[in-house]
């Protein structure tokens, strides 16, 4: 079945230094891979996606690039805000056509000090 | 447009009793879900549809009941609450591409339920 698992948190940082999220993944078809933010007290939202191998998914200074031969989407941003302190969730879909079911990591606690 | 929204916010039960988490969307997605967060487990799916009259079971579906009487709403049924029950819920909708996949989910606010 499909799985994903991505680093551990908390995450502490301190404003301006840069993050790095790992996630990889595990799918039986040709995934499209998703990173999912949710902010305190609230739903969550996409932040960015890819959809094949070798796309870079990116918004709002966050970047991740869709790695086939390393199964993995890793999640980064050169310098993180205090406004970036968050839940980060990497996800998945496997895109056999009728396959709609989104696959979820257990999300990575980020807090940004100023 | 709305979006998707979740009624109630916050519902306290005791064990035995019933309730209806409400679930609508205004963008006339096809695909609704219904996914429970919980410390350290992530989201999981408990039961989706892929339009109206149509529902399937996810992963974690036992204790929970659904219908899809209209592409609008999708109602998440608790028939006999329990404190394993006690989570965050969060309701997603989603249209399927043109090429055959399932585009981006949005999500509601959540409903934050407490089973003592």
């Known amino acids: 079945g499909n799985s994903v698992t991505q680093m551990e948190g908390p995450v502490t940082l301190s404003e301006e230094a840069f993050l790095t999220i790992n996630c990889t993944y595990t799918a039986t078809g040709y995934p499209s891979l998703f990173w999912y933010v949710q902010y305190p007290g609230e739903g969550l939202q996409l932040l960015l996606k890819a959809t094949k191998a070798d796309d870079k998914g990116s918004n709002k200074g966050f970047e991740a690039t869709y790695r086939k031969e390393t199964t993995s989407f890793h999640l980064e941003k050169g310098s993180v805000q205090v406004s970036d302190s968050a839940v980060y969730f990497c996800a998945l879909i496997d895109s056999g056509g009728s396959n709609y079911k989104l696959t979820f990591g257990k999300g990575t606690l980020l807090t940004v000090n100023p | 447009n709305a979006g998707v929204t979740q009624t109630p916010k916050f519902q306290v039960l005791k064990t035995g009793q019933s309730m209806t988490l409400q679930c609508a969307q205004d963008m006339n997605h096809e695909y609704m879900s219904w996914y429970r967060q919980d410390p350290g487990m992530g989201l999981r799916l408990i039961h989706y549809?892929?339009?109206?009259?149509?529902?399937d079971q996810g992963e974690v579906p036992n204790g929970y009941n659904v219908s899809r009487s209209t592409t609008e709403d999708f109602p998440l049924r608790l028939l006999s609450a329990a404190p394993s029950q006690t989570s965050v819920y969060f309701c997603?909708?989603?249209?399927?591409?043109?090429?055959?996949?399932?585009?981006?989910?949005?999500f509601g606010p959540g409903t934050r339920l407490l089973v003592l």
């Open positions: 549809s892929v339009g109206a009259g149509i529902t």
């Open positions: 997603a909708s989603s249209y399927q591409s043109l090429a055959g996949g399932v585009e981006t989910q949005y």
